[in-house]
T-cell receptor
Framework: SQQGEEDPQALSIQEGENATMNCSYK?????LQWYRQNSGRGLVHLIL?????REKHSGRLRVTLDTSKKSSSLLITASRAADTASYFC???????????FGGGTRLMVKP | GAGVSQSPRYKVAKRGQDVALRCDPI?????LFWYQQALGQGPEFLTY????????KSGLPSDRFFAERPEGSVSTLKIQRTQQEDSAVYLC????????????FGAGTRLSVL
């Protein structure tokens, strides 16, 4: 079973627009991570946010975490066609020994 | 250095056949993870090694699934008597130490059971 639920399941935007993906979860976590997966490829780690952090930036990526609402969001600004991929949130449990993935958001950026 | 390497990239098996999937982790990475990813879904945890020790195999769906890492580097995931529901992409990841460290993923093996 997958602990994280992502919303929306699919998102289609024009190049240059911003894309926002959300992840909700049920239990307490050690950290939350976001990964990208291009079609037919493995997952690539994007960003990690710890449970005591509220916001993190990396290039065009901005991640927020609200532990009271048990939710996180990933914002990709000024999207490019190359950002087309599936994006997954992954939750590290408090014991720090297991990473569970959400179902993913499939993002399409049209040129 | 080289990333995580998995072979074969694609495997077609007849139902009932045994298969073996190989993972070469990043050199020096202590931890190795196997995941199963069904079409359109996120990866699901199968098992985890710290060096040669299998510390968690709670995600293995049945006793037909077996994983080993005898020398603490290369790992093999074996599926006996494959069933159609075993069709999925099998992903391997490695990290410097445990799940707290960033996991680096291979491209996966796509298994199709006919």
């Amino acid at each position: 079973s997958q602990q994280g639920e992502e919303d929306p399941q699919a998102l289609s935007i024009q190049e240059g627009e911003n894309a926002t993906m959300n992840c909700s979860y049920k239990t307490s976590i050690n950290n939350l991570q976001w990964y990208r997966q291009n079609s037919g490829r493995g997952l690539v780690h994007l960003i990690l946010i710890r449970s005591n952090e509220r916001e993190k930036h990396s290039g065009r990526l901005r991640v927020t975490l609200d532990t009271s609402k048990k939710s996180s969001s990933l914002l990709i600004t000024a999207s490019r066609a190359a950002d087309t991929a599936s994006y997954f949130c992954a939750l590290l449990n408090n014991a720090g020994n297991m990473l569970t993935f959400g179902g993913g958001t499939r993002l399409m950026v049209k040129p | 250095g080289a990333g995580v390497s998995q072979s074969p990239r694609y495997k077609v098996a007849k139902r009932g056949q045994d298969v073996a999937l190989r993972c070469d982790p990043i050199s020096g990475h202590v931890s190795l993870f196997w995941y199963q990813q069904a079409l359109g879904q996120g990866p699901e945890f199968l098992t985890y090694f710290q060096n040669e020790a299998q510390l968690d195999k709670s995600g293995l769906p049945s006793d037909r699934f077996f994983a080993e890492r005898p020398e603490g580097s290369v790992s093999t995931l074996k599926i006996q008597r494959t069933q159609q529901e075993d069709s999925a992409v099998y992903l391997c990841a490695s990290s410097r130490g445990g799940a707290k460290n960033i996991q680096y993923f291979g491209a996966g093996t796509r298994l199709s059971v006919l």
